[in-house]
Nanobody
Framework: QVQLVESGGEWVQPGGSLRLSCRFS????????MAWYRQAASKDREGVAG??????FVTDPVRGRANISIDAAKNTLYLEITNAKIEDTGMYVC????????????????????WGQGTQVTVSS
């Protein structure tokens, strides 16, 4: 059973930085298939960043401001966002393990097998 526990959510001012962590257990991989999503109030969940087949990527809303990384020794997935914007506010959730043939399919369909509970990020002045 894979377990994902997010942390690091906080209140930051616009222009500030934040670093989110997702500690995982029970997940053995040769190439990790993991991602970060966020959901603002009254909006659909949207993909923020992912790791697929050794490739790291971020989506347009955070491009140039965000970085996703993984520390295999610590079993932890990270998301760093700089120059935070009000529209970055939301519940950030990490996801892992994909039963599709291609990891990117799970990112596009939001169909990872395991999801964390989330950590809240608020960007306001």
């Amino acid at each position: 059973q894979v377990q994902l526990v997010e942390s690091g959510g906080e209140w930051v001012q616009p222009g500030g930085s934040l670093r989110l962590s997702c500690r995982f257990s029970g997940y053995s991989y040769s190439r990790p298939c993991m991602a970060w999503y966020r959901q603002a109030a009254s909006k659909d969940r949207e993909g923020v960043a992912g790791i697929s087949s050794g490739h790291h990527f971020v989506t347009d809303p955070v491009r140039g401001r965000a970085n996703i990384s993984i520390d295999a020794a610590k079993n932890t997935l990270y998301l760093e966002i700089t120059n935070a914007k009000i529209e970055d506010t939301g519940m950030y959730v990490c996801a892992a393990v994909c039963s599709e043939l291609i990891c990117n399919t799970c990112f596009r369909l939001k169909s990872y097998d395991y999801w964390g509970q989330g950590t809240q990020v608020t960007v306001s002045s």
